[in-house]
Every structure is written in structure tokens, then in C-alpha cells.
């Protein structure tokens, strides 16, 4: 099974009208709601992190969504399962790591457990905002993005090999936020636009939005670090590595970003084009249940 498979049954047993994109826009309340959990030993090793670089990047991935919905993020709730060998120091240093991302903590919840798992609720506010969809991507509009992509996996592969120091890991342990290309958009948007985060890679928040809009994007520049070629097949990481939390959207071509990158356009069809070959990704987009 995939994550997808699992959305779908999801989807298909709530009828829920929410679930599919980084947030839940709920126009009721003004607000956007997004939820993440993560994994001791599946999205981080405290081998290769500090309580407080955790507490950051924890903070930091739900408030990534927040910024692909367009919205502004204003509050989190955390909850933490921690096993009794962690001590009262690591949870003053995380919460000083979710702290330094800059949103308040409104409340949470913390238990015990085998292992540290981290659960995180982002609210974002709305209002004066323009709030994004996947399934908004339209002929004719071209893609853009707000940085790099492959830093974040090639700083995975790094600490994999024993590496300690290198801008990479910086990126992987410590990414930021995009804030500046999410508020300039949906402040200025006068337009239906799609716009989602490189979480699970490059490749596949085209995809989702491909698939979402029902258009096909044709991909002809990809932005990355040069460092990065030293890798063997380097485009996968560029590709499919994800954790970058950078921010691609959808937007008409007269509509200008500052500092973003154009990287495709939209024409009719269905999936992606990359440098004009249609992309064989199956297996290589991260699949939590790969390995069971």
C-alpha cells in the first residue's frame, strides 16, 4: 500500500470535502489546518540531530504547509510520546528549537512511548489572503518554485556517510521557511492558483498538482545547487529526495514573483514532462510502507 491508497479509503469513508491538499481551508472559521507526524528512526535519528535542531524542523514541516495553502501561520499545538530514557534537558531544548520557528504553542499533549514521536497541529490565518489549491493549476500558467532542490536528500546521504559538517546537513537539520514567495502571492493573487511544498520531492508535488488540475506540466529548468553533481545519479535527488520545503506554484505567466525561479509551463495533457521525457518515478517517490 501507499500513503495515497490509504488517502483515498480515507477520503472515500469520510466524504470528507477537505482532505487532498497541504491544508484543510476551512472558509467558516478563516482558518488552514495541517497535521504531521514524525518518527524516531523513520524521519530522523537523534544519531544525527540535536533536540533543539528537531523541535525547529518539527515546527518547521507543518509550517511549510501553511505557507503552500497561502496562508499565514499563527499557531501550533504539539503533542510528544517520549521513552524514559530522555531526559528533562531534551524537552527544554526542543521546545526552544519549535520556539525559534517563530509561532506560538497553544497548547499540545505529552505521553510515553517506545520511541520519540512528534505530532504537530498548524493553524494559519487567512485573512486578506488568496488560498491555494493543487486543483488549480490552468493551461497557459507557468510554474515556478522559491529555491533549490536535492540539498535536503543530498544532506541525508552525507550524514549516512558518517559526514558531521557540510552546508547540505544545515539544510536537511535546519531548512526555512519560504514565507516571503507564499505571503506575495496569495496577498496579490487576483487569480485561482495552485501551490504546494516539496516535502516528499520535487517530482512529486508536480505530480500532485498534475493530477489534481487534470493539466499536463512540461518542466525545462530545474534550480540546484552545482555542489550537488558530485553525487552519483544527482538528478534523483534533485528529483525525488524531498525535505527541501520549498514551495512550487502555478501562477498566470504575466504574473511576477520576486526572486523565484521559472521552471515549466502548463499545456493540456495529464502528468509531467521533464526536460521533454515523460519521468519513470515509480518506486523512487518516498513511500512510507516501502520497506514493511
Known amino acids: ?41 523513520v524521519h530522523f535519528s537523534l544519531d544525527w540531530t540535536t533536540p533543539y535542531k528537531l523541535g525547529y524542523k518539527s515546527a518547521m514541516v507543518n509550517i511549510s504547509d501553511i505557507l503552500a495553502s497561502g496562508g499565514e501561520p499563527k499557531y501550533l499545538t504539539v503533542g510528544l510520546s517520549l521513552p524514559k530514557n530522555i531526559d528533562e534537558n531534551f524537552v527544554k531544548e526542543f521546545y526552544k528549537g519549535i520556539k525559534s520557528a517563530g509561532i506560538e504553542v497553544a ?13 504537530i497541529c498548524a493553524i494559519g490565518d487567512t485573512k486578506g489572503r488568496k488560498i491555494s ?29 558518517g559526514v558531521k559538517d557540510h552546508k547540505f546537513i544545515q539544510t536537511h537539520l535546519m531548512p526555512q521557511s519560504r514565507e516571503d514567495f507564499s505571503k506575495y502571492i496569495a496577498q496579490n493573487a487576483d487569480f485561482d492558483y495552485a501551490m504546494t511544498d516539496s516535502s516528499d520531492g520535487l517530482f512529486d508535488a508536480l505530480l500532485q498538482i498534475a493530477e489534481k488540475s487534470h493539466v499536463k506540466l512540461f518542466i525545462n529548468s530545474i534550480p540546484y545547487d552545482k555542489e550537488i553533481e558530485q553525487f552519483e545519479n544527482y538528478m534523483d535527488l534533485v528529483l525525488f529526495g524531498g525535505e527541501d520545503y520549498e514551495l512550487v506554484a502555478c501562477v498566470p505567466k504575466d504574473f511576477e514573483v520576486p526572486n523565484s525561479y ?4 502548463i499545456k493540456s495533457g495529464e502528468g509531467v514532462e521533464i526536460f521533454g521525457k515523460k519521468t519513470e518515478f515509480e518506486g523512487k517517490i518516498f513511500n512510507h510502507w516501502s520497506k514493511q
Not at 497548547?107 to 505530532?119: A, H, L, R
Not at 521559472?262 to 509551463?265: N, V, W
Open 133 to 161: 489549491s493543487r486543483a488549480n493549476a490552468k493551461v497557459g500558467y507557468k510554474v515556478i518554485t522559491s529555491g533549490f532542490h536535492g540539498s535536503s536528500s543530498a544532506g541525508l546521504k552525507l550524514l549516512q556517510n
Open 262 to 265: 521559472t521552471i515549466g509551463e
Open 1 to 41: 500500500m501507499k500513503e495515497k491508497d490509504f488517502i483515498n479509503i480515507i477520503k472515500e469513508i469520510t466524504q470528507s470535502r477537505y482532505i487532498g491538499d497541504d491544508c484543510a481551508y476551512l472558509k467558516d472559521l478563516g482558518i488552514v489546518v495541517t497535521q504531521d507526524n514524525l518518527v524516531e528512526d
Open 107 to 119: 497548547g499540545g499533549d505529552i505521553t510515553g512511548g517506545d520511541k520519540v514521536f512528534i505530532s
